[in-house]
């Protein structure tokens, strides 16, 4: 059984910076899609970042391209999100989740494609 637990979050001001972190395990794949993923309340939910395990290969919202990063780090079986230049509308829960292949550059980033969720931590960003 897949678990995903993110950690993380927390409130900062406008500009500022937060490193999401979401550890993996009960799996063996080794060949999946692993994505950040937000939810602003009354707003659905929305992709941000998605990484290709296998390839290292990324994807991002253009809402949060070249402010955001995603990474991964294999031996520790964790996923990063990287936030840079903080914005109040980047205000959401954050969750992490996984799927797998195959997927187009479209459904990386679409809730419906991935298998696995964790439980979310929370970002606030004030102005």
């Known amino acids: 059984q897949v678990q995903l637990v993110e950690s993380g979050g927390g409130s900062v001001q406008a500009g500022g910076s937060l490193r999401l972190s979401c550890a993996a395990s009960?799996?063996?794949?080794?060949?999946?899609?692993m994505g950040w993923f937000r939810q602003a309340p009354g707003k659905e939910r929305e992709g941000v970042a998605a990484i290709y395990i296998a390839a290292g290969r990324t994807f991002y919202a253009d809402s949060v391209k070249g402010r955001f990063t995603i990474s991964q780090d294999n031996a520790k079986n964790t996923l990063y999100l990287q936030m840079n230049s903080l914005k109040p509308e980047d205000t959401a829960m954050y969750y992490c989740?996984?799927?797998?292949?195959?997927?187009?550059?479209?459904?990386?980033?679409?809730?419906?494609?991935?298998?696995?969720w964790g439980q979310g931590t929370q970002v606030t960003v004030s102005s």
């Open positions: 009960g799996y063996t794949y080794s060949h999946y899609y």
């Open positions: 989740a996984e799927g797998f292949p195959p997927m187009t550059p479209i459904q990386v980033l679409r809730e419906d494609s991935y298998n696995y």
